[in-house]
């Protein structure tokens, strides 16, 4: 029987030094789920002695041995291992961050010549087996792809890494094979579970790096499909299905309409850039509206008026009710090493929640978050977001105002908070530095899990009113 994930939907933006509002680099990825599935997730923090040092993956029985003096990381794994880690996002001590994975796809061309491996790594394992071990992002980039050589992949997927200075994604190709390209300093990168980059230079060993037979694998598989001979990794390797149009492609257009408007695309194009330069420095808001997105504003928009009933349901959206969590790790050049890394979290339906910045340098998360459970409760920020979501969807227009009133309100907070916390840390070190952050994290976590239950009652009072009118009223 083969391994196969479940149909997903992460969406992923990866920002450039010289592209952020503070010269920071910028990795996010909404985490979601397959259709009529999600995974309850947890936030918490993996120290040293409990990283493993004889890893077994749970979905492909894999056993690899792991380096000793592992760093320690943070973690958005699944709050229930039955199916593995599923680590997705994380910080190291060493202020490298890993984003794992965006779902992408590929051809038939490509898997026949590099068959999947079935006993290889995937998403469950990835970011356990490589964010404890590296320095850097390129140092992430060469000891992912050392493992995909060794072990292979049952699966495609992208995968992003960061330090201050740079971005990178990888592609794996096929079962053994990978592509990474840097993200340009002035520019980002949109990547809707499709094959993204384009032109390669096998020559410019300063933004990319690949398998070492990756150009020979090319040749002798006949897999460009170039006139000119220059390498296309999307059209040499990405597929180019009818599903592209409708369920990846939009929410690339959706996010390039919103950074970059003077340039006009079509939703359903083929071409649309991987890397593309901002008309202005891109923020933390922007990356939460972005990811939050549902075509505002246009006819595709499914909580829209303008659109028709077939336009409004033509496209994938990126903001769904599937979404788990989401991630935004920044790393910041122009703060001290000790606290310069903030991992923004947010849990459930992006239109309907807000996102908690993280410092890293930390020993532990809020029991809240690392401590989720499968059951419902309201004991679990995790669950009070789903809450909220389930209560929304359906009566949107009604609770719309009171959300993004809310959403203003707690990141307006955030920002406050970071300001504050990095004024105080300022001169402290080591462990004192470290027990500073983990009180200023629950401070500000115990401020917006506030904030978000009285949102909650709030969502379900008005809700409640209105289908108590609709059944006094006698509507169907």
Partial sequence: ???????????????????????????????????????????????????????????????????????????????????????EAGINAENVAMSATETITSNERVLGADPLVQSGIGEEDMLTIVLPYIHSAREGVLRLGSLLKKYGTYEKNGIAFSDTDEVWFIETIGGHHWLA????????????????????????????????????????NHLDLSFDGKINSRLTFGSHADNDHH??????????????????????????????????????????YLLSGHYQ???????????????????????????????????????????????????????????????????????????????????NFYWINRLIAALADSHYHEVIASIEQYQERTLSQDHAAIIATDKDAAGLAGKELTDFLTRSNQ????????????LLNEVLFTVSNLMHNKFARGDN
């Avoid at 020559?203 to 020979?216: G, R």
């Avoid at 001290?336 to 459930?348: K, T």
């Fill in 247 to 288: 369920y990846n492609t939009p929410r690339a257009w959706f996010i390039q309409k919103f950074l970059t408007p003077s340039v006009s695309q079509d939703p359903m194009s083929d071409t649309i850039p991987f890397a593309q330069k901002p008309f202005r420095k891109i923020t933390i808001e922007d990356i939460k």
């Fill in 443 to 454: 401070e500000i976590t115990d401020r917006i899990k506030e904030e978000t239950e009285e």
């Fill in 297 to 379: 504003d246009t006819v595709y928009d499914p909580y829209g008026t303008t659109g028709t009933e077939a336009e409004k349901k033509a496209f994938r959206p990126i903001g769904i009710n599937r979404t788990g969590e989401l991630s935004i790790l920044q790393l910041r050049s122009d703060r001290p090493e000790g606290y310069r890394a903030l991992q923004w979290i947010a849990f459930g339906s992006m239109p309907f929640n807000t996102l908690i910045p993280f410092y890293t340098n930390i020993e532990d998360t809020p029991a809240y978050l690392r401590d989720t459970t499968n059951r419902v409760t309201s004991e």
């Fill in 1 to 87: 029987m083969s391994i196969q994930k479940v149909l997903s939907s992460c969406t992923t933006i990866l920002v450039g030094k010289k592209a952020s509002y503070d010269g920071s680099t910028i990795v996010a990825r909404t985490e979601d789920s397959g259709n009529g599935t999600f995974e309850a997730k947890k936030f918490i923090v993996v120290k040293p002695d409990q990283q493993p040092r004889h890893y077994v993956s749970k979905i492909s029985k894999i056993v690899i041995d792991l380096p000793d003096q592992p760093l320690r990381y943070t973690s958005v794994p699944n709050a229930i291992n039955t199916d593995g880690v599923w680590g």
């Fill in 181 to 220: 390209q840097r993200v340009p300093d002035d520019s980002y990168v949109t990547v809707p579970n499709q094959l993204g980059i384009q032109e390669v230079d096998f020559s410019d060993n300063d933004n990319f790096l690949y398998s070492d037979d990756l150009e020979e694998f090319i040749k002798n």
